[in-house]
């Protein structure tokens, strides 16, 4: 039977109390995730962390959990590394390209630490255009362009395949702020890094990139288990596609905690958050400048009456968890498939 609205709200103990609305950050941790997560940590601890029932155990959940991100992000398998966040996603892309300092990244005005501090890191000239004129920026030295999916600023779509189509220059996506809330064609990219502790609500410590054309991809940071095979001076015969990127060890815990999030997930998900959405938008531009365009993704941004941390923290007392944009002057609100009616109602009374 698919899940009811009723059945998948009912799986999130944080919502019996509060108007959770920050899934960007952070999204709810469900029941059947926490459970995977300690009966997974009991197997380590009354059997301990080695031998080989152990390492094939969570290696093939490795594997697993590598096949249910590809299918999150419409990619096949071979194409997707396992990494912990979005920030390493992107630190990964980034240093393997060996860019040099004549070499030019496009990026926008709109974009996180997560991915601009890996450009900065890059060595290359990195140019901020505005969210609408990143086509506009691009030269005959743009090497790459790095732009998010949405940006987590305003919520607005900076149009990634638009700009892919229109540019043809390599292009990686910071996908934080769509996978779990939007469909995903993470191939119609060259590269596409995700978190799955935002909207995917799985643990900390998980992440995926999707990479087109992984053997064009230096290696910078090879991992033990990202490795076919190793000599005792060192050199090594990297696995075949992304797997090659993956991050260091991934214990059990977290991979079977990610399995169950996934599983969760309704097919329903992404017309109820666009719907939730839609509703907190309509509403808060009632009173509100609102900076999110319509039909984007879960994310709406607005300016509040007010300093957006005091309102913020205003919000927090009165069980409405929501965040500001440091420097922006704005807040975020974060509409999932878990997203009521009833919490937007006390977000927009508790805005008094």
Not at 15 to 37: D, S
Not at 306 to 330: C, F, M, S, T, Y
Request: hydrophobic residues 40%; proline residues 6%; glycine residues 8%.
């Amino acid at each position: 039977m698919p899940l009811t609205f009723d059945e998948a709200r009912a799986a999130f103990p944080v919502l019996e109390h509060f108007a959770y609305l920050n899934a960007g950050t952070n999204g709810p941790l469900a029941r059947p995730t926490v459970e995977a997560i300690v009966a997974e940590q009991l197997i380590d601890l009354t059997q301990g962390r080695g031998g080989e029932p152990y390492f094939s155990r969570v290696l093939g959940m490795r594997d697993e959990a590598r096949a249910r991100l590809a299918a999150v992000l419409s990619v096949a398998p071979e194409h997707v590394a396992l990494t912990r966040s979005t920030t390493e996603s992107c630190n990964i892309v980034l240093a393997g390209l060996d860019l040099r300092p004549d070499d030019e990244i496009v990026t926008s005005g709109v974009e996180h630490f997560g991915l601009l501090g890996a450009l900065q890191a890059s060595g290359a000239r990195v140019v901020a255009a505005p969210a609408d004129k990143i086509v506009e920026a691009v030269t005959d030295r743009t090497r790459l362009i790095a732009i998010s999916h949405i940006s987590w600023v305003t919520g607005n779509s900076l149009e990634p395949e638009r700009v892919k189509d229109e540019t043809g220059r390599p292009i990686l996506v910071d996908g934080a702020q769509s996978a779990g809330t939007i469909p995903v064609d993470a191939s119609k990219f060259d590269f596409y890094a995700v978190s799955c502790q935002k909207w995917l609500c799985g643990p900390d410590g998980t992440g995926a990139l999707f990479v087109a054309d992984p053997e064009a991809l230096r290696i910078v940071f090879p991992s033990y288990f990202a490795q076919a095979e190793h000599q005792p001076d060192g050199s090594y015969v990297p696995r075949e596609g992304a797997q090659r990127f993956d991050t260091g060890w991934i214990g059990g815990p977290a991979l079977a905690g990610l399995k169950a999030a996934l599983d969760l997930a309704p097919d329903w998900r992404f017309d109820r958050s666009a719907e939730m959405a839609a509703r907190c938008r309509e509403a808060l531009a009632e009173r509100f400048e609102v900076i999110t365009k319509p039909a984007q993704a879960g994310l709406v941004s607005f300016r509040p009456n007010g300093d957006p941390a005091e309102v913020v923290e205003h919000l927090r007392e009165q069980d409405v968890i929501v965040r500001e944009i440091p420097a922006k002057n704005l807040i975020r609100v974060s509409c999932g498939y878990w997203t009521s009616e009833e919490d937007l109602d006390r977000l927009l009374t508790a805005l008094g």
